[in-house]
């Protein structure tokens, strides 16, 4: 048991050796040590959304077949260390007539958020926050915190388009918690626990290839929870003069903007955790845990990147449509999906392996055809009542002649 | 260790102060507000109970979580209720509310 | 004191003061959002009963859903956007007396209980309550039919709930 196989206990015993030979009594002595620690994972995870700015930024810029930032140090790694400094030197303004607690709060909500998912992470099998048995939840739970921040933002700024962007978006991020939970409920089916751990080590065949829908819907449910488009009601530039931070700007507006980065970075995470093995990759965490911890962090950049992808490339859609799609589509598919993996994951497990993997792969290659199938139908007849049937067009085109 | 006493304190604390809105509040809402708070001291009540009695016995968590699902409905159906009543006598406070009387 | 019993005690007051805050703010958005700490704050000592599920629970429907409903319907029925008239009624004393009675009879109803001032038993390591509770929701000797009913009942208020405040335009 050295420092390369088991580094947060080995730094904790050093720590707590330190202290207590100070006189700290051991349980301060145990806090202490855990105000550290998450100290030092913040401290980390602020540096890295740093460098997701940074990242975003390049990578929309290719997308739009542009070079982005490259003035500020190679490559424009320096950019966002200037966006950070402008960001502070702003003026710290408060709108009128807003309410100034709530006003300060939200931006300080949602970074929190966010960050605490972090305590849930499973970073290598030995390096994470706390091994919660509920973690499924807690990530629900999160997104509630966040949903919260947002409708206070949006209120408290004294502003109808601030007011109405949040609306949005809090209708959109509560409606679209329910495909997620079920398809939370997935990996928890398929692995029996719903501790994050539990869940990576189960991974022996990876979860994307026995419920591949499933990962699909989580994907999209994770999107709108996001507020990033396709789903940017909230912030669309052009149609809400970006909703619930109209009137923030300087570092809260920072904090909203890189608390969304690094959101959608832990959702790459998780995306990746739930379904593609965490930080499990043909046996390589066990060699050190920091191996562990580089094959997650480049899973959720795989995950990120996808997430800019959709972002970049899809326009965006009328609320109406996102809830309709939501609660008319994506809400039945989920339940179906849930209830099919439940019961083939009972039949098939027992038997063969290459069953197992290929009659739920096929599985959810059907329901999500069927499901597109009854869309389509649905679609044509939605068409056909608004224009009119093909051939009494052609008619009534003759008749005019 | 945490006696008995001090969660069930705790919970008929948090009753009392609930039923003090329920009772004072002119806003309906604000009373919906009151019946929250008696609500989540009832279910403190309730997993104390679980907690310090025989923990094997599930009744106490299953109760609670009966009382979540009771809650959500009771605060879904109210607040449209309340929501409705606006809509038609532009007016939420309690004592207006008065079609009824005689 | 041991650590338990000041964590105990600082969330405790926490939750009580929110409590107040709620039933005493005049501004119903702020109302709504003191209850949202007294949630937490509610969320946390169900942890410290070790029932973590539902504290997790807890955050997820009520904060999440339950309050949010609040700010909604508090944002949809108010005229203006600032609050002028009292928050209490006439006869809010009573209603302080009534609280102040229940407090006291429930306190000294219980103080003549031989198991007041029990202490809790120890947790049993690997006692694994969430699949025990899962166990008794859905296990025929046990507790299945109210959670049908619950369901049941969940989908009535979802129903009612929709229809009632429908806005045919």
Known sequence: MNFWNDPLKIAADWLMGIFTSWGMPEIG?????????????????????????????????????????????????????????????KEDTTPAGAD??????????????????WAI???????????????????????SIGTLSIIMAGWSSNNKFAMVGAFRQVAVMISFEVPMLAMLLIPTVLSG???????????????????????????????????????????????????????????????????????????????????????????LEKVSPFLAIAVILFKAMIGYWIIMWVKYTMLRIRIDHMLAFNWKFLTPLSFVLLMMTALLNALLRGGSTWLYISGMFLSNVLLAWSALEIARTYSRREREKAEGPKQALGVVAEVHH | MIPLSWFLTLSAGLFSIGLFGVLSRRNAV????????????????????????????????????????????????????????????????????????? | MTAQQIIFLVVSFVTLGSALMVVTSRNLIHAALWLVSTLFGVAIIYTLLNAGFLAVVQV?????????????????TRKDMRDQSPQLNRNWWMGALLAVVTFGGLFSLLQ??????????????????????????????????????????????LVGAVYLAFNRK
């Open chain 2, 30 to 102: 604000a009373i919906l507000l009151g019946v929250e708070l008696m609500l989540n001291a009832v279910n403190v009540n309730l997993v104390a109970f679980w907690r310090y009695g025989d923990l094997a016995q599930m009744a106490g968590q299953v109760f609670a979580i009966i009382v979540f699902a009771v809650a959500a409905a009771e605060v879904a159906v109210g607040l449209a209720l309340i929501i409705s009543v606006y809509r038609r006598r532009n007016t939420v406070i309690a004592n207006d509310l008065d079609l009824l009387k005689w």
């Open chain 1, 193 to 283: 626990s719903m501790g994050m751990n539990a869940i990576i080590q189960k991974q022996d065949i990876w979860f994307v290839a026995l419920a591949p829908l499933g990962a699909l819907i989580f994907l999209i449910a994770a999107i709108a929870e996001l507020g990033r488009a396709p789903f940017d009601m909230a912030e669309g530039e052009s149609e809400l003069v970006s909703g619930y931070n109209i009137e923030y700007s300087g570092m809260k507006f920072g904090m909203f903007y890189a608390g969304e980065l690094l959101h959608a970075f832990t959702f790459g995470g998780f995306w990746s955790i739930l379904f593609f093995g965490g930080y499990r990759f043909f046996g």
């Open chain 1, 29 to 89: 002595a145990q806090a202490l040590i855990a105000f550290l620690g998450i100290f030092l994972l913040i401290a980390i995870l602020m540096v890295l959304d740093i460098f997701l700015v940074w990242i975003e930024r390049k990578v929309v810029a290719r997308f739009q077949d542009r070079i982005g930032p490259n003035r500020l140090g190679p490559y424009g790694l320096m950019q966002p260390f200037a966006d950070i400094v402008k960001l502070l030197i």
């Open chain 3, 60 to 76: 997820v429907v009520y904060i999440g859903a339950i309050a949010i409903l609040f700010i909604f319907a508090v944002m949809l």
């Open chain 1, 121 to 143: 992470v499973p970073l290598a099998p030995v390096i994470l926050g706390v091994d919660l048995n509920v973690g499924i939840l807690f990530l629900i739970a999160a997104g």
């Open chain 1, 100 to 117: 100034k607690v709530v006003y300060n709060i939200a931006p300080m909500l949602s970074m929190m958020s966010v960050l605490i998912l």
């Open chain 3, 112 to 157: 003549s209980w031989s198991g007041f001032s029990k202490t809790a038993a120890d947790f049993p390591s690997g006692f694994d309550a969430i699949g025990r509770l899962g166990e008794a929701l859905v296990s025929p000797d046990a507790f299945v039919l109210p959670f049908e009913v619950a369901s049941v009942l969940l989908l009535a208020a």
